[in-house]
């Protein structure tokens, strides 16, 4: 198992390389010089050299991406222009909150997701089947910040049961996290929960035509044991799948969630460092993000070896 | 001329052939509910966006400051913003100019994808560099990766299809590729082969066929990415920028004034759930039909 | 006379849309206690339509009817499909012709058996794993102790097959139904598979329903055998007269068909023509378009099943016809 999980590493190290030549590189795609576009149009050409000295960018381009390589291999993530501080520190300073906000929202959808699809899939055609189908292709076709704005708007602003914005660390006040993290964990969730509904409902409905299911139905076990038993752990590798994929699209959309609930998150980090041409900030935070999407591939992968035995011998 | 070529040609011509085909498949979507009702939205937004010009009462981005933050009402159906403009108009006319970043996206994404799966699924050689390549660019997600790219080539509607594209042509390539790695062990294709037919030919003849199915669904869910993600890029600040309307920037540019003319965010956000339910349905219903084994 | 198992005029079909098709049509017989009923026929007889059917297993889109389906005296004709399965591991148990696709991939082959002696017979987890330790000996699976936590796919088909014995042997049946258990093996591990089954048939002493398209496995195991043609019952008798003296054309031309490893040469006789199309079922006998001494009657009237003797039933209306030669 372990040599199973270092293979797996070992395979995304050129994927990586890739991964942090295109943070690197992105500066690039600016029309024109970088530093110039951090300064405002109006600054004098001493300060742009000034800024493309202290940001290397007068090297020449081979030793530009050498010294970029070299610092991340020792963790150094760079250092923002705007803030003056180490990019690295930024983000860990920040990460608590978006991690709080992602996992719950990952919880909230991938709990709720399944037992909608199973419950879906057991009661196929008919109209329980139906709404929850309907629900989730709904929830897949609103815009995540727009819901939380209406959320805002009726739960805060309307019933005052929640803080418009802002958080709370749980260490200062449980509740009080709970209160400021409730509504975007599942303006965030609400999207994935609908796909991953679909998916477990898709998944469910192959496994129950399956011979094995027809013998578990002739040992006589009630139905709610065959399904439970021996539907879903079959069902369980497409499902952990697109629960990776949700993951993505729960670490993207972190970044405008906290925008709309003012969350000191890392999204918040990086939308001000792509607003305002930050430049390190903004490479250090795409490898950083990368990074973490890139592990929960492998995690994924490596689930697959825990659901599934026959994975255990490729 | 040896008979054998003669079986991979069809029989009648390509047209009969390809009616032959395509007639079941109309059959099964027009008894598929999801397409039914996905069409019908779709059009409904395209047709509405068409004669937005015919449609709309009032002009999009005349501003009337003695009408500012109208409730809707008599004159004004979704009433008015900050600026005074009728959102109904702006509403349609933001429909018009987000469908065509959305079709603008679709149609990129669709050469780009198409080009890089299938070189990389047929030509083993290039496989594992566009491979790594587009994974590389598949670990970030794809709406960071939407808003970095539009952020650095500035904020307007060109550079806005060119991030959508960047943004979903990797998944588009991998659908492509794998359609094309299965078709070509097919044998119908070796036989091709031995045959002497050339490799453009095979390509584009039996394997971009197959290929087609799946692309066509995977193009309709990523024109309901396009216009979310359109919204996403505007509300974060880097989407086509103001006065011309899209979905996205009314509800950004309407943002400090959610409490007092909450109708301001209302219809454009519902506006984005029509278009984007009725894409979502249609893919679908296209699935089911076309390629009842493709689940994501 | 109370049998364990008792038919009456049992009808299987499917509505869609281009029609109803005819799978099984009043189908009548009773099975004995610790009788072994052969149930033959090719592709289309209908025999596996008729074990789901027996044990409540057909799939939702087919529809049944029947006068009385009597399971251990238990009425279940005008029952719910749910009723059956009380009877469902615990009477009743039974055997599909794929082990590898009808035993649960992620689950362990011990933990699929002992799942029945907990969830039917409420034994502790304990004790039910060292039952299935001594089933699968019964089975005799090669180091059963060791094998209680493989998985399937590290099975080969005659084990997989054992171990899905194992699975109908915990419920403790008083009726096995076996679907075609040789079909997907070997023919060496056929043998063996047949073997274990008529030692355990006969050391349990329970009924057991072989269904098979192969004749040779019927006259190795069955003491009564049930020929099926086209959703009809043709012909039942004891085995012995089955290949000593059938009546019916079907039955003859089967036995006729298989090859004979004395014959030196000739070409394999076979019975011309295909199954009918099940939506479009023939009017009166469904042999007839292919007997070879049918008369006009045939294709008009459905033959009822008559007794020619005592345990010989046979649905033709000109019995041993083939004996009076060809006369049109």
């Known amino acids: 198992m372990l040599r199973f999980a270092l293979k797996r590493i070992l395979i995304s190290v050129p994927v990586l390389g890739l991964v942090s030549l295109i943070s690197f590189a992105i500066i690039w795609m600016v029309p024109g010089d970088p530093a110039a576009a951090f300064l405002e149009a109006s600054a004098s050409p001493e300060a742009v050299a000034a800024l493309r000295h202290e940001l290397g960018l007068d090297q020449p381009f081979y030793l530009q991406m050498l010294s970029w390589y070299g610092r991340i291999l020792h963790g150094d993530l760079g250092e923002s222009i705007l803030l003056h501080r180490s990019v690295g520190t930024a983000i860990l300073e920040r990460l608590p909150v978006t991690l709080s906000l992602a996992s719950l929202a990952l919880a909230f959808a991938v709990l709720m997701g399944i037992l909608a699809g199973v419950l879906a899939a057991m009661r196929h055609g008919k109209w329980t089947d139906q709404s929850i189908m309907t629900l989730a292709l709904l929830g897949l076709s609103v815009p995540d910040f727009w819901l939380g704005i209406m ?32 509504l975007p964990a599942f303006s965030l969730g609400a999207a994935q929960l609908g796909f991953i509904s679909r998916m477990t409902r898709s998944a469910m409905l192959e496994v129950l035509g399956q011979d094995f299911i027809r013998t578990a139905d002739a040992k006589g076990l009630p139905r709610s044991a065959v399904v439970v038993r021996h539907g879903i752990p079959n069902a369980l590798v497409p499902i952990i799948t697109v629960a990776g994929i949700v993951a993505g699209g729960l670490l993207g959309g972190a970044l405008v969630i906290e925008q709309v609930f003012s969350l000191p998150g890392v999204g918040r980090l990086i939308i001000g460092a792509v607003l305002s041409r930050d430049f390190p900030v903004i490479q250090g935070s795409l490898l950083f993000i990368a990074l973490v999407y890139l592990s929960v591939n492998i995690v994924v992968d490596l689930l697959y070896a825990v659901v599934d035995p026959r994975v255990r011998l490729g | 001329m040896d008979s054998a070529a003669h079986t991979l040609e069809f029989e009648g011509g390509w047209l009969r052939a390809a009616l032959r085909f395509i007639m079941p498949t109309v059959r099964r979507l027009l008894g598929n509910r999801s397409f039914t009702i996905g069409a019908s ?14 449609l709309a009462p009032y002009d999009p981005v005349r501003s009337n400051f003695r009408l500012r933050l109208q409730p809707p009402g008599a004159g004004h159906w979704f009433g008015t913003d900050h600026f005074g403009r009728d ?18 996206a679709v149609l990129a994404t669709g050469v780009f994808g198409t080009a890089i799966g299938a070189v990389a699924g047929y030509f083993s050689s290039l496989d594992g560099v566009l491979m790594r390549l587009m994974d590389a660019l598949m670990a970030f997600p794809t709406i960071l990766v939407a808003i970095v790219v539009s952020a650095m080539l500035g904020a307007s509607v060109t550079n806005v299809i060119i991030a959508l594209a960047v943004a979903t042509t990797p998944h588009t390539a991998r659908i492509v590729r794998s359609s094309v790695l299965v078709t070509r062990e097919m044998q119908y294709v070796e036989a091709a082969r031995a045959l002497g037919a050339g490799d453009f030919r095979l390509l584009f003849g039996h394997v971009l066929l197959n290929a087609l199915a799946p692309l066509i669904v995977r193009l309709t869910y990523v024109f309901a990415i396009a216009i979310l993600a359109e919204a996403v890029l505007s509300y974060v600040g880097v989407g086509p920028p103001p006065p011309a309307p899209t979905f996205g920037n009314i509800i950004a540019g309407e943002r400090e004034f959610m409490l007092t003319a909450p109708w301001a965010m209302i219809f454009p956000g519902l506006a984005i759930i029509v278009a984007v339910l009725g894409l979502n349905l249609l893919g679908d219903g296209l699935r089911d039909a076309l390629d009842p084994r493709m689940r994501i | 006379m109370a049998g364990l198992l008792e038919i009456d005029g049992l009808s299987v079909w499917l509505t869609a849309a281009s029609g109803r098709s005819s799978i099984l049509d009043d189908v009548s017989f009773s099975l004995q206690p610790g009788e072994v009923l052969g ?12 074990a789901l059917s027996i044990v409540g297993l057909l799939p939702a889109a087919l529809s049944a009817r029947a006068r009385s389906l009597r399971l251990l005296g238990d009425e279940l004709s005008t029952r719910p499909r749910e009723a059956f399965r009380a009877h469902r591991g615990r009477d009743v148990a039974m055997i599909f012709q794929e082990p590898m696709t009808s035993l649960n991939p992620v689950m362990r082959v011990g933990t699929q058996i002992a799942e029945v002696l907990t969830w039917r017979r409420g034994m502790s987890q304990a004790a039910a794993n060292r039952r299935t330790i001594e089933l699968l000996e019964q089975v005799e699976m090669p180091q059963a102790a060791s094998c209680f936590g493989t998985y399937p796919h590290e099975l080969s088909g005659g084990m997989r097959q054992r171990v899905m014995i194992a699975i109908a042997l915990a419920a403790n049946p008083k009726l096995l139904i076996a679907d075609e258990p040789t079909t997907a093996l070997d023919v060496t591990v056929q043998a063996q598979i047949l073997r274990l089954l008529t030692h355990l048939q006969r050391s349990t002493g329970l009924s057991l329903i072989l269904i098979t398209h192969d004749i040779g496995v019927i006259a190795e195991l069955a003491e009564r055998v049930m020929v099926m043609y086209a959703g009809r019952i043709a012909e039942v008798a004891p ?17 006729a068909s298989v090859p004979d490893i004395r014959q030196q040469r000739g070409r394999l006789a076979t019975i011309a023509g295909t199954v009918p199309d099940a939506l479009s079922m023939p009017s009166g006998c469904r042999f007839a378009p292919r007997c070879p001494h049918r008369r006009d009657v045939c294709a008009a009237t459905p033959p009822a099943l ?6 010989h039933e046979v649905g033709c209306l000109r019995p041993f016809g083939y004996l009076a030669g060809r006369v049109a």
């Not at chain 2, 939205?41 to 015919?54: D, E, I, P, Q, R």
């Not at chain 3, 085995?239 to 036995?255: E, M, N, R, W």
């Not at chain 3, 008559?306 to 345990?311: E, Q």
Request: glycine residues 14%; hydrophobic residues 55%.
């Open chain 1, 151 to 182: 959320l805002i708007f009726g739960f805060a602003v309307g019933l005052g049961w929640f803080p418009t914005g802002g958080y709370v660390s749980p260490s200062v006040s449980f509740v009080g996290w709970a209160r400021c993290i409730v």
């Open chain 3, 39 to 50: 149930v033959v026929g090719e592709s289309g007889s209908g025999k596996s339509v008729l």
């Open chain 2, 41 to 54: 939205l779709v059009v409904f937004v395209l047709l509405v966006a068409c004669f937005a010009n015919v």
């Open chain 3, 239 to 255: 085995v012995g007269t089955i290949f000593d003296a059938p009546a019916h054309p079907y039955t003859q031309a089967l036995l």
């Open chain 3, 306 to 311: 008559t007794v020619l003797a005592a345990g």
């Open chain 2, 87 to 104: 959102l109904l108009s702006r509403v349609i006319y933001g429909g018009r100019l987000s469908m065509e970043i959305g079709l603008m």
